[in-house]
């Protein structure tokens, strides 16, 4: 008699279930994480490029740059340049997880032990994703974007649409609260909004006007008090979210267009989370499936077959490539996280003399899920890879901190993994994962309604790093169509 | 509780919007590229998917990012150390190259160029745009092939007039000896022995016992008559038939061109316009077209595709020798019994004076009885087209070909001098084909 839950390549809806089940019972059990209810959808190649090219939500307004993204996915996926992702869950409650129909029964059951129960203990228990998204909201806050935006098209016409949503797309990046809360969306708020709106624009709505001549533009409309709690007319300067300033206070929006901002602006604070913990959030979810499925190998759950697959692909997954290889493109999240979560366990299990001095708070403290899961609620990466990485895994991976000055003419090691280098390197690459250094500190720093109406914005150089010539122009044109009068941006340092 | 969904079933094309929304976006830059990849393409190859290359301006998300190439420091790490110690210098990549594939994508100059490929009907919506072809004429272009009835095998449901009686036959004949059905000799061969035994008198113990043992015979083989039937439900085969399209019949294409000094660049590019149109045309009704180049100065010669629009050749024109070429090739490979004929002659007007008048007599009598369609285009230049503004006056050949057209229906001739007036010629084209 044999226990394993299954025996063919081919998989279907009840071998699907009962590998669930097991693997469910193992998460909930032996690991005790905390997660959404699973919702798993089976979907076809099609269906998944469709998906990566709406940021992997199961819906989403339409616009030609999701169009460009996949025309450009399926070339390279019909080409053979790329494979398909495996999976693509959602940060949702309950939390959706897409698998490819053209796995083998052995892929389902990694994929199901890493997105459903991995992604979805991150999602569930990170204080990032608890204080700044929120799962039940979203799914109904995108239909509601949806519809928003289609039925603006329909009365706007899509070019002004477009027109607002390209500039909208370009400050994206710009477009989030770092330190502040932001409110959080819902079904009811979002349509009781929606409804304000609607009858506002019906109110300031004249019929007089239309009988002006031509060339003659109907005055602005008397700006009536925006009912939410965080206005109260008195700008707060400096504003670090510009697409939150312009859509309160720009001079020439119309409430629709506002809306819109506000729209590309809430996505904007959704997926921030996500980038600021992409190492952690596929290292736990990597961490994850690896032990459950070691797990059910342990338990004669699966062959030996499919432990050979699983670990086939989940070496290929963790695969880092060094600086000088052909296949380099930056630091694997998958590598750098799993290395640094299966460091923790061996930390906690078998530690050695160095980890002791590392580590005192934990080494040797045996309960590893309990260490794990401490990190996986209360770090970021830049936070988690300044406290967790140890000296062994720096010298597995041979890390080295470059220092590169735009004047000189090479870069300088300025670190490697030796006694005097662990703490540097480890500085240096927590420093990379920093979302806040990553990307350009840019304000608004003044704005003059009463007269010139001019917007100033000051970018402020961390260490002298300039924003890029040309791009940055693009976007002033952007901020300037959505401001409606001169903008400027200047460049401060910040030492 | 989880939910296992099976969405493989839920409609496709999801994004079909956003490519809408894309293609309009890049409309001037794929028209370009749909035109300039065309233009290299072969006659019969519009009307293919195709790839399309396009550069990504107008289509780039901007995004504010810091330039650290410019000026500024930082530090980054990287893993796969192999020599390096504290200290050590490593010469920087040249400007551009940037260190892998994350820095260049991080810091080089815009994104590489961009392809995609276009389905068919996008395709054809994009060339016919200057075209102003009307949405009829495209929709009728992409009406599906004839099909017919073809034999599949046999199956075992179908309506009675379907029936295959041999197999059926064989099926039931096989199945008989395999139940042994006793045959009706078997049946007579009892009944006559039986009636021989009741015939004989007086009966002994023996013949007696004979009797019962026949009749328990006869009965049973007449009840296995009846249980294993002659032809029962399942020995019945139908003839099947699925609908398969047929290639209806041949087509052959003539492509005359003068290709003398004065028929620049422009004309045959406005030529080859006319030809890709015609062979679409051609495609939509024929299963098999060929195409037959033919290009002529003072003599003419049967060329490649290459060669016909790219070669240059100089020399008198004699358009006559068009005529005959094309004559010969027909007669050698092209019988009107098995292809249907189709000429188009793309010329600038310009003849040697006297062959006109054998041009005439040539299709009056040889080549318009052949003929499906002749079409004869005469490419002129803006100004020219003023000057003919009627359709009466012109050059010698356009005045004879105008004595031939008033004799045969299907032989049309048009002037054209821009990509917008190669329409009308079609649309008589197309108008002949609806009745």
Known sequence: MTNLLFTEAEWDFQTLDRTYKAIEEIALNDLKLEVYPNQIEIISSEQMLDAYSSLGMPLMYNHWSFGKLFAREETMYRAGYSALAYEIVINSSPCISYLLEENSMTMQALVMAHAAFG??????????????????????????AKRYIAACEERHGRDEVEAILDSAHALMNEGVFRYRRPPKPSRERAAAKRRRRAEYEEEAYNELWRTLPAGVDPPGAPPIADPEEDFDGEMKLPEENILYFLEKYSPSL????????RIVRSLAQYFYPQRQTKVMNEGCATFVHYTIMNLLFDRGLISEGALLEFLHSHTSVVFQPGFDDRRYSGINPYALGFGMMADIRRICEEPTQEDRDWFPQFAGRGDFMGVLKDAWANYRDESFIEQFLSPKLMRDMRMFALHDGANDPVYT???????????????????????????????????????????????????????????KDVILAHIERLWGHEVTLEQASDD | MTYFIDRRLNPKGKSLGNRQRFLRRARAQIREAVQKSLKDASVADIGKERKIKISSKGTTEPRFRLDPQSAGERDFVLPGNKEFMPGDEIKKPPAGAGQGGKQASDSGEGEDDFEFTLSQDEILDI???????????RTTLKETPVKTWKRAGLTTAGSPTQINLLRTMRNSFGRRLALKRPRPEDIERLEAELAALQ???????????????????LDKAIAKRRWVAFIDPIDVRFNSFVEQPVP???????????????????????????YMLLHLFLKRRYEKVDVVFIRHTHDAQEVDEQEFFYSRQSGGTIVSTAL???LEVQKE?????DWNIYAAQASDGYTQSGDARRCVEMLNEDIMPLCQYYAYIEILDEREMEVFASEDSGAELWRAYRTVAEQWANFATKRISKPADIFPVFRELFKKAEA
């Not at chain 1, 990307?439 to 961390?462: F, M, T």
């Not at chain 2, 003539?254 to 660049?265: A, K, P, T």
């Not at chain 2, 490979?333 to 019994?337: D, E, G």
């Open chain 1, 254 to 261: 119309r409430p629709w267009q506002r809306e819109v901002l």
């Open chain 2, 199 to 217: 015939a004989e008198e007086p009966r002994d113990e023996e013949t007696k016992n004979r009797i019962l043992a026949l009749r328990d015979a």
């Open chain 2, 127 to 137: 060339f016919f745009e200057d075209l102003e072809l009307p949405n009829l004429v």
């Open chain 2, 324 to 326: 005959d070429k094309m």
């Open chain 1, 119 to 144: 992604h979805n203990h991150f999602f569930r228990n990170n204080y990032l994703f608890q204080q700044w998204t929120n799962a039940e909201g979203i799914l109904d806050y995108l239909a509601f």
């Open chain 2, 333 to 337: 490979r092209y019988n009107t019994a």
């Open chain 2, 248 to 274: 209806t019949s041949q087509a052959v294409m003539f492509c005359l061109m003068d290709v003398s000094g004065s028929m620049g660049e422009r004309e045959k590019d406005l030529a080859k316009r006319f």
């Open chain 1, 413 to 471: 090691v300025s670190a490697i993994h030796d006694e005097t280098g662990y703490r540097r390197v480890r500085t240096a690459l927590a420093r990379q994962y920093d979302v806040g250094t990553a990307d350009p500190n840019i304000q608004v720093v003044g704005a003059d309604l009463k007269r010139s109406r001019k917007l100033r914005l000051e970018h402020c150089a961390h260490r002298g790093i300039p924003l890029h010539q040309a791009s």
